[in-house]
């Protein structure tokens, strides 16, 4: 593009010589009315000192539209600074007029070959994103699956649990979220609901599945389903230490009378704090080996008896309007 029809000629002789199709233009508007009816091109060559549109207010607009364009900017030899402006702007390069053959070749190679070179790179950027995330999906997905195989191996072992794991997840997620939990906080308590009894693997059956009362040696074996569990799943969820310690410490109580650890209030993470309530509900109001069902009415007045000594009061009570429309609990709560 250039005013003066003489060098816009030559140019174009000496591109087409490089073994391109060229398009002429003898102003900006013409320029961009022509990229607008023809379609973008690689590369413009383009004067810096025109009426009308002057280069850099040309450049600026063309590489607004087409930011994938080089351009090489043709400059008088007072115009050096503003080939300096037109780099920052976006210009590959500049050639000073008059215009040598050689020198033509060159810069057009040159800025052909950068333009390529961003467009690969964009271009691999681009795909190698995709495929972290395609690759960060299926480790996810797998992770999932792998989970999902032990809490079916568990549930296969131990009846009662059937569904507990699931029920357990969904009412500390929706109690989670009314506590504030969003995003890999809410899938860390989705995970560590399904998962928190999965240490039961390792509990005898007959123990697990006994009609009475446990012995204090039996109670004691049940007590190592936390940190068992938490020793299966340490090698799969060292990135999610959070879901460890849901595992872990499910079982701890506010006033420090639980177990494995006998921590009290604030030093049991506050995620194990919901399992716990969760947990404790659904346990009342399944059938158990050694009892019936207690009724969610029932259920609710135990969780409210207990809250600020064995359950986190504030927990609870978020775990109540989580429940609040469920039609069992409406008259209870
Ligand atoms: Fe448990």
């Known amino acids: 593009m250039d005013d003066d029809t003489q060098t816009r000629h030559a140019l174009s002789r000496l591109v087409q010589g490089h073994g391109l199709a060229t398009v002429e233009a003898a102003s900006g508007a013409e320029a961009l009315a022509l990229l607008e009816s023809e379609g973008e091109v690689p590369l413009c060559i383009s004067d ?8 850099v207010t040309f450049l600026r607009e063309v590489l607004r539209l087409y930011p994938d364009m080089a351009v090489i900017m043709l400059t008088g030899v007072a115009e050096v600074t503003t080939a300096v402006e037109c780099l920052k702007i976006g210009a590959l390069d500049y050639m000073s007029k008059p215009v040598v053959m050689e020198e033509v070749h060159a810069r057009l190679d040159k800025a052909l070959e950068k333009r390529n070179l961003v467009l690969q790179n964009r271009f691999y950027q681009q795909n190698l994103e995709g495929r972290v995330r395609e690759l960060d999906r299926r480790s996810k997905q ?14 296969a072992k131990d009846a009662y649990t059937s569904g ?5 997840s969904r009412y500390a997620v929706k109690t989670a979220v009314q506590l504030g939990y969003t995003g890999d906080r809410l899938e860390h308590i989705r995970l560590g609901g399904e998962l928190h009894d999965i240490g039961k693997i390792g509990t005898r059956e007959d123990i ?15 007590k190592a389903h936390t940190s068992l569990g938490e020793r299966i799943l340490a090698p799969f969820l060292a990135e999610s230490p959070v879901v460890l310690k ?13 177990f494995p650890d006998g921590l009290t209030a604030q030093q049991i993470p506050q995620e194990a704090r919901i399992v716990a309530v969760v947990d404790a509900f659904d346990a009342m109001t399944t059938d158990r080996a050694y009892r019936p069902p207690r009724t969610p009415v029932d259920a609710v007045g135990e969780l409210r008896r207990c809250a600020g000594t064995h359950f986190d009061a504030e927990v609870v009570e978020a775990f109540f309007r989580a429940q609040a429309h469920a039609a069992t609990l409406s008259t209870a709560l």
Not at 144 to 153: E, K
Not at 164 to 168: D, E, L, P, Y
Not at 246 to 258: F, P, T
């Open 142 to 155: 797998s992770l999932i699956n792998g989970v999902q195989m032990l809490v079916h191996a568990l549930e």
């Open 164 to 168: 507990h794991s699931a029920r357990v």
């Open 208 to 222: 697990l599945n006994k009609p009475g009362p446990l012995t204090p040696e039996e109670f004691e074996h049940v």
């Open 246 to 258: 849901i595992v872990r410490s499910h079982h701890e109580r506010i006033d420090g009378s639980g």
């Open 48 to 55: 810096i000192n025109m009426p009308e549109m002057d280069g």
